[in-house]
């Protein structure tokens, strides 16, 4: 006969959960400390900590089909839109399109960053991908349709 200790077992679990909080709220805390650096105008030292951000495992792991990943999904969606920000204001259409590109996976509903990729194709002379985001984002944008 075998005895499962149920004490020890919810005491991992609880373990477990606690760890995945700390890393969420540590998450949190860098991308505010990234948010607040870009405001003030260190572009390449926010980029520095939204680039650490994504590497986060919670961050990194994140993907739009497990929409339970809620909160490290949303960092890392907002990590890319501004690493995209960052990118376009160093003049790297390139790197700001591919950063956009990221991110449009994780949140297919926002016209406003469907039109920012629609732009950043057009700059990068992508007219299939340009006329592709704009339409998508006519369909996003309800006031549009």
Known sequence: MHFVDIEATTREI??????????ESANLHLYERALQLQSDGGGAEAAELYTDLLAQRL?????AEKREQGASLRL???????????????GNNQR??????????????DAVLWQRLGVMAV?????????H???????????LQ
Do not use: G, Y
């Open 59 to 63: 961050v990194a792991s994140a993907e």
């Open 96 to 109: 700001a399109l591919e950063r956009l590109l990221q991110a449009i996976q994780l949140e297919q509903e």
């Open 133 to 143: 985001a704009f339409e998508h984002a006519v369909i996003a944008s309800p006031h």
């Open 123 to 131: 700059r990068t002379r992508r007219a299939h991908l340009a006329r």
């Open 76 to 90: 890392k969606f907002l990590a890319l839109k501004n690493l995209a920000q960052i990118e376009e204001e160093r």
């Open 14 to 23: 609880d373990a477990a959960a606690v760890s995945v909080e700390a890393q």
